[in-house]
C-alpha cells in the first residue's frame, strides 16, 4: 500500500522561504511520477509542480515558476518542494500525489500540509 507523507508547513511572511517534504512507501517509486498540488480557501485543487520518473523532468504551473523548486531523493523515495519568495496567494494545504509511469491520474495521495503567507 503506497503511503505519502508531507510535512514542512507553516506560517511565514511575504517574501520568506519553505521547504516542503514527501516521504513514500510502499511502492517501486522509480517508476512513479511525482507532484504537488494545493487547495487554497474555497478554490479547487490546483496542479503545482510535477517531476517525472526516470530523467526527472519537471513542470510547474505558471503561477509558481521562477519561484519553487521540485526535486527528488531516490535513495530515500523523498519528494521536495522548495518554495521562494511566498506570497499570501501560495497560501493553501500542500498535498503529494504519485501515479504510475503508465497511469494518467494520480492516484495516491498525502493528507496534506498547511502553508500559510501572512503579509
Known amino acids: 500500500q503506497v503511503l505519502l507523507v508531507e510535512s514542512g508547513g507553516g506560517l511565514v511572511q511575504a517574501g520568506a522561504s519553505l521547504s516542503l517534504s514527501c516521504a513514500a512507501s510502499g511502492a517501486p517509486f522509480s517508476s512513479y511520477d511525482r507532484a504537488w498540488f494545493r487547495r487554497a480557501p474555497e478554490k479547487e485543487r490546483e496542479f503545482v509542480a510535477s517531476i517525472s520518473w526516470g530523467v526527472g523532468r519537471t513542470l510547474y504551473s505558471d503561477s509558481v515558476k521562477g519561484r519553487f523548486t521540485i526535486s527528488r531523493e531516490d535513495a530515500t523515495n523523498t519528494v521536495y518542494l522548495q518554495m521562494n519568495s511566498l506570497i499570501p496567494e501560495d497560501t493553501a494545504i500542500y498535498y503529494c500525489?504519485?501515479?504510475?509511469?503508465?497511469?494518467?491520474?494520480?492516484?495516491?495521495w498525502g493528507q496534506g500540509t498547511q502553508v500559510t503567507v501572512s503579509l
Open positions: 500525489a504519485s501515479r504510475k509511469w503508465s497511469e494518467r491520474e494520480y492516484s495516491n
